[in-house]
């Protein structure tokens, strides 16, 4: 079935503009996850949404970054006003989140290609 | 908190040669241990994972990794590596049960294999 998908693939912006990453999870996937790729830092997480629950958002670098999940599936992380260091690849994972019953967590988290962007 | 080491960034082998990637954990609580694998210009791919049972777990393409809990270690391992694993070795590690359900991870061993 289909993967993970994100897009642009690519995004190359000016300092100070606005940028939207979008992330399709594999269908009927209800936890997702957007972490940060970038040189020195290895793979940071920055947000995780499980089903209806508030997100966790104690990953965000700063109050530039934001990301909404809409009817539980497409996901955008937006950064506002953005800075050289917000340079990086951006991965979205997704999981089942929950399994069987009595529901447990399910742990393998599958990765979309990633955003690379570029602030110039 | 729960970090992550790999103590090498860089695995240069040469190819049928073994090779060792090593990761070590640091948690206060008990952690689930993953490996993937990103090869160039590709996403991450889940390689192996250990979440209870045999401490020893292997891929489909040859790599094992054994838990250790007394030397908190997962390091990964294949007896013979081919040019096709030249790729970026991420450890990575998840608190099973905890309120973060992210995923935790090394900062990467690249591999490169040389005929």
């Known amino acids: 079935g289909a993967g993970v998908s994100q897009s642009p693939s690519n995004k190359v912006t000016e300092k100070g503009k606005d940028v939207e990453l979008r992330c399709d999870p594999i269908?009927?996937?209800?936890?997702l996850y957007w972490y940060r790729q970038s040189l020195g830092q290895g793979l940071e997480f920055l947000i995780y949404?499980?089903?209806?629950?508030?997100?966790?958002k104690s990953g965000l670098p700063s109050d530039r970054f934001s990301a909404e999940r809409t009817g539980g599936s497409v996901s955008t992380l937006t950064i506002q006003r953005t800075q050289q260091e917000d340079s990086a690849v951006y991965l979205c994972a997704s999981s089942v989140g929950y399994l069987g019953t009595p529901s447990r967590p399910f742990y393998e988290q599958y990765f979309g290609p990633g955003t690379r962007l570029t602030v110039t | 908190a729960q970090s992550v080491t790999q103590l090498d960034s860089q695995v240069p082998v040469f190819e049928e040669a073994p090779v060792e990637l090593r990761c070590n954990y640091s948690?206060?609580?008990?952690?689930?241990l993953f490996w993937y694998v990103q090869y160039p210009n590709q996403g991450l791919q889940l390689l192996l994972k250990y979440l209870s049972g045999s401490t020893l777990v292997e891929s489909i393409n040859g790599f094992e990794a054994e838990f250790n809990k007394s030397q908190t270690s997962f390091h990964l391992r294949k007896p013979s590596v081919h040019i096709s694993d030249t790729a970026e070795y991420f450890c990575?590690?998840?608190?099973?049960?905890?309120?973060?359900?992210?995923?935790?991870f090394g900062k990467g061993t690249k591999l490169s294999v040389k005929p």
């Open positions: 990575a590690v998840i608190v099973p049960g905890g309120s973060q359900g992210n995923l935790i």
């Open positions: 949404f499980q089903g209806n629950s508030a997100p966790d």
């Open positions: 948690s206060s609580v008990s952690v689930y």
């Open positions: 269908s009927g996937h209800t936890a």
